[in-house]
């Protein structure tokens, strides 16, 4: 069974350029969702996607945008970047069903914007 | 929306002594979920805990879902401990997980 992985591990961007960042789900999950966690803070949820739409989604501007594939991979999209973007940039999957939504989180994808 | 509230902010314990990090919530929810967060910021699962208590090993979590609280317990810590302790809830009829502010620990040898 393998874990959840991310990448890039690291990224550096300036200020109004667009970032991609990817995530792979756990075996057999089939849910996704994506944090963001600015130093000394606890994690903040940007949106939840499962079976390819997006079913929850927190207090983060349209220009954050993701997507699910088939293969329940996944990406978040930041346009227009902004300094206050920089963060860690967390991902998590689980399976939603059977009444156990444990979530399964990535190393994450540190997000440096200048 | 439900506000997370977890304490104490900050702990420092020597080594093998016990501690209770609690974890206040506002509203119900439908499941709830303790992490600890290494140096290098991965977020380990700790115990899925909506409601009851579990145990594995030094580790122990009860979850009181009628008065919004849950407490976890750490037995005889070690160094290895020292980290960040996060408490994560779902709401109810809703489809977005909020975490606390967390609680620092450091163990001392």
């Known amino acids: 069974e393998t874990g959840v992985t991310q990448s890039p591990t690291h990224l550096i961007k300036t200020r109004g350029q667009q970032v991609t960042l990817r995530c792979s789900s756990q075996?057999?999950?089939?849910?996704v969702s994506w944090y963001q966690q600015a130093l000394g803070q606890g994690p903040q949820f940007i949106f939840q996607y499962y079976r390819e739409e997006e079913n929850g989604r927190g207090n983060f501007p349209p220009r954050f945008s993701g997507l699910q594939f088939p293969n329940y991979s996944s990406e978040l999209n930041v346009n227009a970047l902004e300094l206050d973007d920089s963060a860690l940039y967390l991902c998590a999957s689980s399976f939603r069903g059977q009444g156990q939504d444990t979530q399964y989180f990535g190393p994450g994808t540190r997000l440096t914007v200048l | 929306g439900i506000q997370v509230e977890q304490s104490p902010p900050d702990l420092i314990l020597q080594e093998g002594a016990n501690s209770t990090l609690r974890c206040n919530f506002s509203?119900?929810?439908?499941?709830l979920q303790w992490f600890h967060q290494n140096p290098w910021g991965q977020l380990i699962n700790l115990f899925y805990i909506p409601s009851g208590t579990k145990q594995n090993g030094r580790l122990s979590a009860t979850t009181v879902a009628t008065e919004r609280y849950s407490l976890l317990y750490i037995s005889s810590s070690q160094t290895t401990d020292s980290g960040v302790y996060f408490c994560a809830v779902e709401p109810t009829g809703g489809f977005k997980t909020i975490f606390g502010a967390g609680t620092r620990l450091f163990v001392k040898a």
């Open positions: 075996s057999g999950h089939n849910t």
């Open positions: 509203d119900s929810v439908n499941n």
